[in-house]
């Protein structure tokens, strides 16, 4: 499987707590590891963002929360017991790298 690999930002842009979006992804810091998550809400794809002041993403179609720190739904629309899907994250010196995994149609 062919993998990419894109710039997410410098280590030191990603404060614990806060998050920052990239590509179809999106990334968070949590406590000093960043994980990172395709930027789709398993209701019906929508954009996650994090909740200003709170642990929290939230998708902006229908408001459907999710945990950044696990990516598991927590309320709203989505489905019951779904999660965000993960991205791998690799540091390289002080950058952060998303690692994607690319569909068969481009091996």
Sequence with gaps: MLQRKIKVCHVNDLAVGRAV???NGIAYNDGGEIK???NRC???GGPVSLVSG????RCGWHQA????????RMS???????????IA????????W?????????E
Excluded: N, W
Excluded at 54 to 57: A, D, G, Q, S, T
């Design 21 to 23: 979006s990239f590509h």
């Design 36 to 38: 990172g998550y395709v």
């Design 42 to 44: 398993t209701h019906m």
């Design 54 to 57: 709170r642990c929290l993403f």
């Design 65 to 72: 929360e999710f945990d950044p720190k696990t990516g598991m």
């Design 76 to 86: 709203g629309q989505a489905p019951e017991g779904t999660a965000l899907k993960p």
């Design 89 to 96: 994250i690799e540091i390289a010196g002080d950058e952060v």
């Design 98 to 106: 998303a690692v994607l995994e690319l569909q068969e149609e481009f």
